[in-house]
T-cell receptor, first 116, second 111 residues
Framework: EAEVAQSPRYKITEKSQAVAFWCDPI?????LYWYRQILGQGPELLVQ????????DSQLPKDRFSAERLKGVDSTLKIQPAELGDSAMYLC??????????????FGQGTRLTVV | GDSVTQMEGPVTLSEEAFLTINCTYTATGYPSLFWYVQYPGEGLQLLLKATKADDKGSNKGFEATYRKETTSFHLEKGSVQVSDSAVYFCALSGSARQLTFGSGTQLTVLP
């Protein structure tokens, strides 16, 4: 069964350092999402891509976060510099092209970031 | 904007007990509604969905009915198992095809 792949699974970094997360969506899925899930809360959307284009990054803290999907396949989310409040689970999800609001989004296992 | 409100947890039940987790939403238009489940240390898995008013989503013994008049999508299961212990998230998706999640409800089922 096809899965959304994320790496690393766990990351510990010191504050003010740079950190990056990688996501490989299910093959053929044109829409890719990055969500942040703070412990005890629901996921919140950071950025949405359609192919290589950003559809929505209104909730992305652009002073320190960046996201790219250069070839419209895999994606990287970067934080520089990391702050203590960035400690969270970062989830990647993808959905197929041509879908609508009913279309299921498939989630990866996430990257658990701890900033010390 | 869109929002989802879930009953606060944690919820602790004995095996074979009846489960209800309440979910209400606020949205413009007619969103699709979902329940996702998250097991410890894992990502989210779709449990069930409903795409229009009065639709009933069901999977693995869980059910939820899309109630437009009360803007609700409560999750139910007649007899829970220990393996159902997880965090359950209610979510909606609108025209932007983005999921808006509730805060989650932790369920623990005791043998």
């Amino acid at each position: 069964e096809a899965e959304v792949a994320q790496s690393p699974r766990y990351k510990i970094t010191e504050k003010s350092q740079a950190v990056a997360f990688w996501c490989d969506p299910i093959s053929g899925h044109a829409t890719l999402y990055w969500y942040r899930q703070i412990l005890g809360q629901g996921p919140e959307l950071l950025v949405q891509f359609q192919d290589e284009s950003v559809v929505d990054d209104s909730q992305l803290p652009k002073d320190r976060f960046s996201a790219e999907r250069l070839k419209g396949v895999d994606s990287t989310l970067k934080i520089q510099p990391a702050e203590l409040g960035d400690s969270a689970m970062y989830l990647c999800a993808s959905s197929r092209k041509g879908g609508n609001m009913n279309t299921e989004a498939f989630f990866g296992q996430g990257t658990r970031l701890t900033v010390v | 904007g869109d929002s989802v409100t879930q009953m606060e947890g944690p919820v602790t039940l004995s095996e074979e007990a009846f489960l209800t987790i309440n979910c209400t939403y606020t949205a413009t238009g007619y969103p699709s509604l979902f329940w996702y489940v998250q097991y410890p240390g894992e990502g989210l898995q779709l449990l069930l969905k409903a795409t229009k008013a009065d639709d009933k989503g069901s999977n693995k013994g869980f059910e939820a009915t899309y109630r437009k008049e009360t803007t609700s999508f409560h999750l139910e299961k007649g007899s829970v198992q220990v393996s159902d212990s997880a965090v359950y998230f209610c979510a909606l998706s609108g025209s932007a095809r983005q999921l808006t999640f509730g805060s989650g409800t932790q369920l623990t089922v005791l043998p």
